[in-house]
T-cell receptor
Framework: AQSVAQPEDQVNVAEGNPLTVKCTYS??????LFWYVQYPNRGLQVLLK??????LVKGSYGFEAEFNKSQTSFHLKKPSALVSDSALYFC?????????????FGSGTQLTVLP | DAGVIQSPRHEVTEMGQEVTLRCKPISGHNSLFWYRQTMMRGLELLIYFNNNVPIDDSGMPEDRFSAKMPNASFSTLKIQPSEPRDSAVYFC?????????????FGPGTRLTVL
C-alpha cells in the first residue's frame, strides 16, 4: 500500500527566511506527487505537482519542490517566506495502476511564518 | 468555472438527528470523493465514485454513514443518527478519472457540529 509521511506537525519560520516542509513517500512504480495547501476555513488547493520530467517543480506563490527518487522524498521549499504563506500543507502521492491510482494524503504540516 | 460546490457550509445539529451534506462536482468530472477532516485523524477518504458508481467505501466509519450519487452532477453524504464524534469538516472533491494528473479539486467544505 502506498503511504506518505510528513514528519513535522508544525514548522515555524521567520518572514524572509527560507522554508522547507518535508515529505517522504512509498508507492509501487513511478509516483505522481502533489502538494496541496489549505488556508483557514477553505478547501484544499493544488500548489504544485510532479508527474514526470524535471525533478525540480515550480508551483504557485514562489514555492518549489524537488523530487528525489533515491530518497523517496518530495520536500516543499520557498527561498523567502511570507506571513501570508501561513497555512496547512499536505503532501499526496498516487501510483499509476489499480487502487494505487487514488491519492494518499499525508497528515499535514502547519506552517506558521512569523513577522 | 464555479468549482466544486458544497452545501451547507456550516451545520449545527443535535445528537440523533439526520444530517445531509450535498456536493455538486465540476462539470465534466466523472469521479467524486468524500473526505472528513478532524484534528485527531487528519484527512480521511470516506468513499469515492466513478461514473456515479461507488467504488470504494472502506473509509465509511459505520452504518450510520451513507453516500449516494444519483447523477453526474450531484452527491449526498448522509449521517443518521448523528453523534458528537461526527463533528468535523467534510470535503467533497472531483476529478476526471483516468487522467494522467488525477489532480483532485476540492470544495470549500461543510463544517458539521453535532451537539
Amino acid at each position: 500500500a502506498q503511504s506518505v509521511a510528513q514528519p513535522e506537525d508544525q514548522v515555524n519560520v521567520a518572514e524572509g527566511n527560507p522554508l522547507t516542509v518535508k515529505c517522504t513517500y512509498s508507492v509501487s512504480g513511478n509516483p505522481y506527487l502533489f502538494w496541496y495547501v489549505q488556508y483557514p476555513n477553505r478547501g484544499l488547493q493544488v500548489l504544485l505537482k510532479y508527474i514526470t520530467g524535471d525533478n525540480l517543480v515550480k508551483g504557485s506563490y514562489g514555492f518549489e519542490a524537488e523530487f528525489n527518487k533515491s530518497q523517496t522524498s518530495f520536500h516543499l521549499k520557498k527561498p523567502s517566506a511570507l506571513v501570508s504563506d501561513s497555512a496547512l500543507y499536505f503532501c499526496a502521492v498516487r501510483g499509476i495502476s489499480g487502487s494505487a491510482r487514488q491519492l494518499t494524503f499525508g497528515s499535514g504540516t502547519q506552517l506558521t511564518v512569523l513577522p | 468555472d464555479a468549482g466544486v460546490i458544497q452545501s451547507p457550509r456550516h451545520e449545527v445539529t443535535e445528537m440523533g438527528q439526520e444530517v445531509t451534506l450535498r456536493c455538486k462536482p465540476i462539470s465534466g468530472h466523472n469521479s467524486l470523493f468524500w473526505y472528513r477532516q478532524t484534528m485527531m485523524r487528519g484527512l480521511e477518504l470516506l468513499i469515492y465514485f466513478n461514473n456515479n458508481v461507488p467504488i470504494d467505501d472502506s473509509g465509511m466509519p459505520e452504518d450510520r454513514f451513507s453516500a449516494k450519487m444519483p447523477n453526474a452532477s450531484f452527491s449526498t453524504l448522509k449521517i443518521q443518527p448523528s453523534e458528537p464524534r461526527d463533528s468535523a469538516v467534510y470535503f467533497c472533491a472531483s476529478n476526471v478519472a483516468g487522467s494522467s494528473y488525477n489532480e483532485q479539486f476540492f470544495g470549500p467544505g461543510t463544517r458539521l457540529t453535532v451537539l
